[in-house]
């Protein structure tokens, strides 16, 4: 696997280039600066370069978004492992986004090493915890300027398990796809978040009656690297931000937060989009309209606000906010394609539900299909937020190809549906998680 420079000349792996210097490495694999979204137009050397990469022509390349790792590459190479990540799967490097694959998000706690990573930017080269500045300013009544160690000494620090997924998880499957990450499953992680409640710092700056939303700033820069553009500045409503169960946080599982998923200070805002979740957090600014900072309008991290047929062209002003995430869940043993001996019959299924702002109440498993389901035992949550454990036995009447799929249902009724709510940005993706399994004859 080798890319030409322009002499001809075999000159380096196309991973290790993409890992030393993207930019240079698309430059030359493309023979142009890329755009960001669109490849488009490339060179005949650059195709080739491509192709002999992935070890087949690709019909489709002139699809190929930018920055895009092909797959292949992602699946088979070790060229960019991430320091203290393990098994995730890379989409794309400029910037930095990686997934974990299902049975590697078993643990009711997600460690560290298997968090996904989802960057809109560069994120901060190196960072300072120890002169890291929060402020809170806009709609208060005292703006404030914090240290972490300030944070720590004048509020009540608090530990939560909390689910965090990308509004995005799930955009691989949908057709006509949606341009973007192509999140399969993996876009969510449960770990435990260390910090303080982002309503107690709120209100010791005092909040005036004029507050709306919040409008969240962080150190990450914008991909073009202009410094007065920012890669994505979101927020929330004002009622979602006193909900005691959004964390400002320095720990993740009792460690520093891990570089890529925002060290040294970031918001955890559960059961609403990732996207909510401001990592690098250096500003909370309260606002007396909606937030309108970078990513809050247009379509990103918008869905119409009535059901719309797949393709269907949508107009902007028919778009609304994501709040709530929809119930959901995972099977995160066994692994999908997994083989089992001859003569196994029973076999236990496990893995995690969780529903937003709700919690789950009720989890069925089924292996025919769909025509039947049985009750999985469904656990509590350890706090409100945390995704819940399911667990089933299951019985296979003869050997043969199996798929399991689970179902939840939360506590307004609100079930997975077997199809995708299809939508323009593929956002939202909460159909059942399906896994395939075969028993030896
Ligand atoms: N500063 C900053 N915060 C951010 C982002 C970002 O690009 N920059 N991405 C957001 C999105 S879209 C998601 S889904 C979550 C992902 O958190 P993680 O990377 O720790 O998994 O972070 C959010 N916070
Ligand atoms: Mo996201």
């Known amino acids: 696997m080798s890319s030409r420079n322009t002499t001809g000349k075999i000159e380096r792996g196309i991973c290790e280039l993409y890992a030393d210097d993207p930019e240079r490495a698309d430059a030359l694999v493309f023979g142009r600066r890329v755009d960001k979204n669109r490849r488009g137009f490339l060179k005949s050397t650059g195709l080739a370069a491509m192709a002999a990469a992935?070890?087949?022509?690709?019909?489709?390349?002139?699809?190929?978004?930018?920055?895009?790792?092909?797959?292949?590459?992602a699946e088979t190479t070790d060229a960019f492992v991430i320091e203290g990540k393990d098994g995730l799967t890379v989409l794309n490097d400029r910037p930095i986004n990686a997934e974990t694959p299902a049975h590697l998000l078993d643990d009711d706690v997600t460690p560290i090493d298997r968090h996904f990573i989802r960057n809109n930017g560069h994120p901060p080269q190196s960072v300072d915890t120890k002169t890291w500045m929060l402020e809170i300013d806009g709609e208060v009544d005292t703006p404030l300027r914090l240290t972490i160690d300030q944070l720590r000494e004048q509020f009540e620090v608090v530990s939560l398990k909390l689910q965090l997924e990308c509004d995005g998880n799930g955009r691989s499957s949908f057709n006509p796809p949606a341009r973007g990450n192509q999140w399969s499953v993996g876009a969510i992680a449960n770990s435990e978040w260390t910090g303080v409640r982002y309503a107690d710092v709120l209100r010791a700056a005092g909040i005036k009656s004029t507050a709306v939303y919040t409008a969240q700033y962080g150190a990450d820069t914008h991909l073009s690297g202009q410094p007065d553009k920012d890669s994505i500045s979101r927020g929330m409503p004002i009622e979602k931000a006193l909900d005691p169960h959004n964390l400002i946080a320095f720990e993740m599982n009792g460690k520093p937060i891990h570089p890529m998923?925002?060290?040294?200070?970031?918001?955890?805002?559960?059961?609403?989009?990732?996207?909510?979740?401001?990592?690098?957090?250096?500003?909370?600014?309260?606002?007396?309209?909606?937030?309108?900072?970078?990513?809050?309008?247009?379509?990103?991290?918008?869905?119409?606000?009535?059901?719309?047929?797949?393709?269907?062209?949508?107009?902007?002003?028919?778009?609304?906010?994501?709040?709530?995430?929809?119930v959901k869940s995972l099977i995160t043993w066994p692994q999908s394609g997994i083989e089992l001996a001859a003569?196994?019959?029973?076999?236990g299924v496990r893995g995690h539900a969780w529903a937003g702002d709700y919690s789950v109440s009720k989890l069925d498993v089924s292996i025919d299909f769909g025509a039947s389901w049985i009750d999985a035992k469904l656990d509590r949550a350890p706090n409100r937020y945390s995704w819940q454990r399911w667990q089933a036995d299951i019985e296979f009447p003869v050997a043969g190809y199996y798929e399991v799929w689970a179902r939840a249902t939360d506590e307004q009724g609100n079930q997975q549906p077997f199809a995708i709510a299809w939508n323009p940005k593929g956002y939202l993706n909460n159909s059942l998680h399906r896994i395939a399994l075969r028993i030896a004859a």
């Open 54 to 73: 992935v070890g087949a022509v690709i019909p489709y390349q002139r699809n190929m978004p930018g920055g895009l790792i092909p797959a292949a590459l």
């Open 343 to 347: 003569g196994t019959r029973k076999l």
């Open 261 to 326: 998923n925002g060290a040294p200070l970031r918001v955890v805002a559960p059961g609403w989009p990732g996207s909510c979740s401001h990592k690098w957090l250096q500003r909370i600014r309260v606002r007396d309209v909606v937030h309108d900072g970078a990513k809050m309008t247009g379509t990103s991290y918008r869905v119409p606000k009535y059901p719309v047929a797949p393709g269907q062209k949508v107009p902007k002003e028919d778009f609304r906010i994501i709040e709530s995430m929809p």
